[in-house]
């Protein structure tokens, strides 16, 4: 019998998430099984695998959703809230909302008695406030510690409140220092307690695209364009979506994901519990990227024939204006630092324009990853790697040390160096398909030709560390590798 999925991505093996080399290191030892799973003596916090749990249903209508945590747990989800708004801005609403969220706000006596108390409150004072069709309760560290009983409540609750489907989530954050093990966290709930392995009857041409919070509205008519041109009917989940899309998912003849490590979990287990074939690729970033995307999906659907058409189109169409973007941007030295479906995806967009990859920060390393830094080691030679779930203080040090003229990714730290940043988890521009290409393209070469804000800000802003730490090495608190 197969053995079921625990939602920790540490529970598989080859998945790896502290290293520093270079690239042609990082390819030998994975391929020898020498990459070990490391620590580090000193760390700056970590990305935690609650807030995707929750940024992933976030967007849900009908929902309140509860972390039965301390308020500090809570701290990270601005940025999606952010994205949340924004994204309804796109989608033309008007009365912009917050997401529903509430923290049971565990504390020092909730610790020593329990905390069960709280959570019961929380979800009656949810239901007479919101009345919604979905409580989805977060667990913590401090609650998985305490032991409370998250299952029991959400069944109790469910019991008194028949008309609300209670879904506990087990992404206690210590369980896994792999973030993306809260986005199988949801799923693993969402298939447990609203599609319960019941079989619907298919809708023919419904695909499941699966896409997270991060991904624009330009993005999704992108990729839902792209799928209608080879006649699909698109169910987007769970971004914007809802309890009755959901209740589709086990209708649909295939399945595929925006993301490299957004359901792909959740897409295995789709096949396995409901015979819903998948794709699972890479993410379409650049044009190489866009097009494997669009093949493995067509495959799935038996349409090879009407992609490849389709696909010599849009090269025709784009090429030229590619090639304009090239003429801006060759040679230049990049640094890329995106999550792990991100960096990948970006930093083989910049062959489309000629650019040099020195450096790439990625959280996670297996076997996707492998392939890729296999790939980019053909292109770039030897380029430095950094496995690391955030970790600014190894960031800066690299930066500072090997120079790039441009760094892509989450831009926070770089732009206060004064590098020319473009930040390519942007939800709120178009990044993605054959037509994001040429977006991103054109904003990297934008900030490369004005420099000015990220030159100002480097004379306004003094990092936190000192002058000695650039001189060292910026793995030497890498232990066990
Ligand atoms: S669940 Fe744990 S790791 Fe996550 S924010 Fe709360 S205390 Fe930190």
């Known amino acids: 019998m197969a053995v079921q999925y625990s939602g920790v991505r540490e529970s598989k093996e080859g998945r790896v998430n502290d290293f520093g080399g270079s690239s042609l290191q990082a390819a030998e030892k994975f391929a020898g099984k020498c990459l070990k799973r490391a620590d580090r003596s000193f760390a700056q916090g970590l990305q935690c695998q609650q807030i995707n749990s929750m940024a992933c249903l976030m967007s ?39 997401p529903r969220i509430i923290v049971t706000n565990l504390d020092q006596k909730s610790v020593v008695f329990g905390g069960e108390q709280k959570l019961r409150e929380a979800a009656q004072k949810a239901i007479a406030r919101y009345n919604p069709k979905l409580i989805f309760i977060y667990a913590s560290c401090a609650s998985g510690i305490i032991g409370d009983d998250i299952d029991s409540i959400a069944s109790d609750l469910g019991a008194e409140y028949p008309n609300t489907t209670f879904i506990p989530i087990h992404c206690e954050g210590f369980k896994s220092k792999v973030c993306a093990s809260g986005f199988d966290a949801a799923f693993l709930s969402i298939n447990k307690y609203i599609l319960k392995k019941q079989k619907l009857p298919t809708v023919p041409n419904l695909v499941n695209l699966f896409a997270p919070t991060t991904v624009s509205f330009a993005d999704q008519k992108e990729m839902e364009r792209m799928l209608s041109l080879i006649g699909a009917e698109v169910n987007y989940i769970p971004f914007y979506s809802s309890l009755e899309k959901i209740k589709r998912i086990p209708q649909a003849v295939a399945s595929t994901s925006i993301c490299k490590v957004f359901a792909d979990e959740f897409m295995k287990t789709l096949e396995e519990d409901y015979g819903i074939p998948y794709s699972h690729t890479v993410m379409p970033i650049g044009i190489r990227n866009t097009d494997k995307w669009y093949r493995g999906i067509a495959k799935v659907l038996g349409k090879e024939a009407e992609v490849e058409e389709i696909i010599e189109r849009e090269h025709k169409r784009i090429e030229p204006l590619v090639a304009k973007i090239r003429a801006r941007l060759e040679g230049k030295r990049v640094f890329i630092c995106g999550g792990t479906g991100r960096s990948f995806a970006a930093a083989a967009l910049i062959d489309d324009f000629g650019m040099k990859l020195v450096g790439l920060e990625t959280p996670t390393y297996d076997d996707d990853a492998q392939v890729d830094i296999e790939y980019l080691n053909g292109i770039h030679k030897d380029f430095v790697v950094d496995i690391a779930n955030m970790q600014p203080f190894e960031q800066v040090n690299l930066v500072k040390k090997l120079k790039p003229d441009a760094f892509i990714g989450v831009p926070d730290w770089a732009a206060k160096l004064g590098i020319p940043t473009t930040h390519v988890l942007d939800g ?12 991103l393209g054109n904003k990297i070469a934008d900030q490369l030709s004005n420099p000015g804000f990220n030159k100002k800000l480097a004379e306004h802003v003094k990092l936190p560390y000192r002058e000695s730490w650039y001189e060292q090495d910026p793995f030497k608190f890498i232990v066990g590798v």
């Open 428 to 439: 709120k521009r178009p990044t993605m398909g054959y037509d994001g290409l040429l977006y």
């Open 60 to 98: 849900l209508e009908d929902s309140v959703f509860i972390s039965h945590s301390p308020q500090g747990c809570l701290g990270c989800t601005i940025m999606a809230v952010d994205m949340y708004r924004v994204g309804q801005a796109h989608r033309g609403i008007k009365l912009i909302k917050n």
